[in-house]
């Protein structure tokens, strides 16, 4: 690319547990990553984003960490992180690890010298007296419950999610100083960049006050976190990667609905790309769709889309279900690759696989455990991937799988897909090879939307020309266009300047 590679490279999300399991204990590993790389090269993403795969008590199955600079054993070890890696770069594809700075595992060696007294080490966490008995502050941990566990001591300390996750105190120079060190040690193994779990949430309101609004405390600003100090963090991030060569990039999970604010993280001198999870809020229609694009194209350059991930109800489920819900994800997902931006696919939407309903007993979920159940389960989201429709573990594994597959999972299977040219995985890889060809032919970032019907969104990008009919039934557009490039479903036609697009279906075609 004649630009930095991250602009408009296609993500692909690795969720390591459910991705591939190479040993037959259940549980998706590296080598099973790397084994399955030439699925990625064929599906036409430029880069893969693995999920934790560190030292970890798995308490928040990896985003708890006991060691930042190591590999878990059940997902194998460092030199199988290096043939990954390297085998990776050599098909052409970049990695991107995540990095987990809000907290560590309770079982970190910090927060273990810190129980055991050392005062520097204790620094490093937020401890406080509670108040008339109870915790220092109302605060909520987002999975449910008082965002703090008290020690026999008598102390308590802050964990914004599960109790095995005590919170770093960012305002001390040692975590600081640590988290430089971390970055460097993956970059100099040759990582092109980082996720960054929660990026908002590293500086807290230190004056603990208590939240005015429990409810609401964690999404409005400064109130718990998204406090400006943070920007500062990764202004010193972005000046680290900025000295090592081949464009190495930051992406921050700012789980914020606030898009202006959101933009914020991200410039020249701060994250490359923050994601935008209002694409995941807005409902299948086409105004809501408008408002959403109309927002992020005003704010971000370039933009990220992001449908699903390992925290995300499906939005196949979201979009309705079944084969209605799979018909309207590639249509939403047709509108969203013509973008400019970058693309952030989660592993299993190129089989349009549904939400699994995972049983009561066979949950592990700690934000459906801690809050009672009062909380959504996400594991329905984390269900290993189908590769093949035969035996009990559908190519996954040769053993029994760390969760139950979805009740879809064998119909849309890797290898069952692969043959029919109408399926999800098939219409998937033809819109990626037309977007390619599209960027490499000189495809402009500015985009124009286009005045339509009230169920049709449209918009021209220099000479593609895309079409959304989010209507029941097929819609007929006049348009300026020389042919049909691509669509979601069978069934566009273009005849004498008007485009017949059929309900749930995005229609790319050639401008004239």
């Given at each position: ?38 699925h990625?090269?064929s ?9 934790p ?6 308490a928040?199955?990896?985003y708890?960490?006991a ?15 290096d043939?990954?890696?390297g ?65 026999p ?13 005590p ?49 609401s ?20 991030w ?10 190495r ?16 993280y991200?410039?020249?001198a ?65 509108f ?64 029994e ?7 879809d999972a ?13 399926s ?15 960027l490499?032919?000189g ?70």
């Open positions: 690319m004649a630009h930095e590679w991250w602009r408009d490279a296609v993500v692909y999300e690795v969720y390591v547990r459910s991705f591939a399991d190479s040993d037959g204990d259940g549980v998706g590993d590296l080598e099973g990553v790397r084994q399955h790389l030439p990625l090269v599906l036409g993403v430029d880069a893969l984003w693995l999920t795969f560190y030292p970890s008590p798995m928040d199955h990896g708890d960490v060691d930042y600079c190591d590999v878990e054993p059940v997902f194998g070890d460092l030199a199988g992180f043939r990954l890696l085998d990776a770069h050599a098909a052409g594809l970049k990695v991107i690890v995540d990095v987990v700075p809000n907290h560590t595992s309770s079982a970190h060696r910090w927060f273990q010298e810190a129980l055991a007294g050392d005062p520097a080490a204790r620094a490093r966490y937020v401890f406080r007296e509670g108040v008339d008995g109870g915790p220092p502050n109302n605060w909520p941990s987002v999975f449910g419950g008082p965002a703090w566990t008290q020690l001591s008598g102390e308590w300390y802050l964990h914004l999610f599960d109790a095995g996750q919170d770093l105190d960012w305002t001390n120079g040692d975590v600081h100083e640590e988290f430089l060190r971390i970055l460097r040690f993956w970059l100099d193994r040759g990582v092109d960049g980082f996720r960054i779990d929660v990026a908002h949430a590293l500086h807290k309101n230190m004056s603990l006050d208590d939240a005015a609004d429990v409810e405390a964690h999404l409005t600003r400064g109130v718990v976190w998204d406090r400006d100090e943070v920007l500062d963090v990764y202004e010193a972005r000046a680290l990667l900025d000295g090592y060569d081949g464009d990039m930051l992406v921050g999970e700012v789980f914020l609905f606030d898009v202006p604010r959101i933009s914020e991200v410039s020249d701060r994250l490359h790309q923050a994601f935008n999870f209002t694409v995941m809020k807005t409902e299948w229609g086409a105004a809501g769709l408008r408002e959403t694009v109309e927002a992020a194209l005003e704010h971000f350059h370039p933009g990220t889309w992001v449908l699903s991930n390992h925290d995300l109800v499906r939005h196949v489920t979201r979009y309705g279900g079944g084969s209605l819900g799979r018909r309207r994800g590639l249509a939403v997902t047709g969203l690759l013509g973008l400019p931006g970058s693309p952030y696919l989660y592993q299993g939407e190129e089989l349009g696989l549904d939400e699994a309903v995972v049983p009561e007993a066979q949950r592990q979920d700690p934000m459906w455990h801690r809050s009672g159940g009062a909380l959504p389960t996400r594991d329905g989201c984390r269900t290993p991937m189908p590769w093949s429709a035969c035996g009990p573990g559908l190519g996954f594994t040769t053993g799988s760390w969760l139950p597959f979805g009740t064998a119909a849309l299977a890797v290898d069952v897909q692969e043959g029919d040219p109408a999800t995985l098939s219409t998937y890889r033809r819109l990626l090879a037309s977007r390619r060809a599209l490499a032919s495809l402009p970032d500015e985009v124009a939307l286009l005045p339509t019907a009230p169920d049709v969104l449209a918009y021209r990008r220099g000479g593609l020309l895309v079409v959304l009919n989010t209507a029941t039934e097929a819609v007929q557009v006049e348009v300026d266009a020389t042919g049909v490039v691509e669509a979601t479903a069978a069934g566009a036609v273009l005849s004498d300047g008007v485009v017949t697009v059929p309900a749930a279906t995005t229609v790319w075609l050639r401008s004239g």
